[in-house]
């Protein structure tokens, strides 16, 4: 990816040192001290040998009277795809997965509770192509499907809670596929699994000739870790889905995604989107993206006069995590395969509840009765006017 910008990061502490770097991390980032944890050398040695970036952060919470510490240690793990597009389905689905448990193996050398991918990691993300083959050939069972039998084993071997974005072929249901994400016990069962709200039909993300909204709700998963919960990519955009989340309990949301760069892209938005949710909701937040171009073999076009293409363009990593109180840690490169940890105290989520009182004048009761509203026929806007003489 020559002559791709590294990252934010990158351009900034090229620029800016001393005193100036300093008040860009407290303005921007939301602290002078990024709070950089220090890692093993065999990871970072593993890591120069695979050729992918590591990092970590802490995200400290005061110390209490009444509570201890509730240290988790969660990781991200970003990448792109590993065979050509063309090669066969099995082929390209297994060099995916030999590439990312390196990344694993490191993730649980450091000893990460909760591991999560970006979304749909084991295949190309070959939706604006309109094609049906071969790529509904990547769906599989959410429960006993081989990536699933894949991270179980490494589930038990790390203690390690995992949260998988797949394609999902229900069986059980005329075979209907779905986006689904599936969370694995760090016991190796299978938690449960949620469904994508959100489907968007933008340009080349016209993902319903596929599958449709998901119909699982709100779910969060109490792990032995902390009670979690997956607003898959698009979802990232809807405040009611964060919201949701926030309201039946997860202290963390994973936002597994797959996003694009250049003009009809969402790159200015994604450093804002999981950071609000995050400060909105008092939950920390993870924010993950794929890596890399991906070329497919026919041309396709995006229904926007412009001449038809084999790439959706570059999928810009950029991956993060977002505290409660809004301050966020670096994010990964935009165009290299990444492990981001974060060591985060779950404590500071109620910290701030208490501090900020944004649950208790959430005036749910009032925005209920609006939306109810809203939903009528007849409904007519709340608007004034000038009233003329």
């Known amino acids: 990816m020559d002559g791709e910008t590294v990252s934010l990061e990158a351009i900034v502490n090229n620029n800016l040192s001393g005193r100036d770097l300093e008040e860009f991390n407290r303005i921007y980032y939301g602290r ?4 950089e944890v220090k890692l093993k050398d065999s990871s970072i040695a593993a890591a120069k040998d695979a050729d992918f970036e590591i990092a970590a952060y802490a995200f400290p919470a005061k110390k209490e009277h009444t509570r201890p510490p509730r240290i988790v240690k969660v990781g991200v793990i970003q990448h792109s795809i590993a065979a050509p597009t063309d090669r066969p389905v099995n082929e390209q689905k297994n060099a995916i997965l030999a590439k990312v448990k390196k990344i694993i193996d490191v993730a649980g050398q450091e000893g990460v509770n909760i591991l999560c991918f970006q979304e749909l990691w084991n295949m190309p993300f070959a939706f604006c192509t309109r094609e049906k083959q071969p790529w509904c050939e990547f769906a599989e069972s959410a429960e006993e499907g081989p990536t699933t039998r ?54 080349d993300f016209n993902e319903s000739n596929y599958y449709m909204e998901g119909n699982t709700g709100h779910p969060v998963f109490a792990t032995r870790y902390g009670k979690i919960a997956v607003n898959i990519c698009f979802g990232r ?59 497919f073999p026919n041309e396709f076009t995006s229904a ?9 363009g570059l999928f810009y990593g950029s991956s993060y995590f ?14 290299k395969d990444g492990l981001l940890i ?44 000038e009233i003329e003489k």
């Open 32 to 35: 002078r001290d990024h709070h």
């Open 322 to 335: 977002c505290g409660p109180d809004g301050v966020r840690c670096p994010g990964l490169s935009r165009t």
């Open 150 to 203: 894949f991270l179980r084993e490494l589930a038990v071997k790390y203690a390690m809670v995992i949260v998988s974005s797949i394609l999902e072929r229900d069986e059980n249901h005329a075979d209907m596929l779905w986006n689904t994400t599936v969370v694995i016990s760090d016991t190796g069962n299978v938690i449960g699994k949620h469904r994508k709200n959100h489907i968007p039909r933008v340009g």
């Open 237 to 295: 955009h809807h405040v009611l889905n964060w919201m949701m989340f926030g309201l039946n309990g997860a202290e963390i949301v994973f936002n597994p995604s797959a996003t694009v760069a250049g003009e009809a892209g969402s790159e200015y938005m994604w450093n804002i989107e999981a950071r609000n949710a995050a400060i909105t909701n008092c939950y920390f937040t993870a924010a993950i993206n794929r890596v890399g171009y991906e070329e």
């Open 304 to 312: 926007d006069g412009n001449p038809a293409h084999k790439d959706l």
């Open 342 to 385: 974060g060591v985060m105290d779950l404590n500071m989520n109620r910290q701030i509840r208490d501090r900020r009182c944004y649950y208790m004048t959430q005036r749910l009761d009032m925005y209920a009765e609006s939306l109810r509203k809203v939903l009528d026929l007849d409904y007519k806007p709340q608007v004034v006017h």
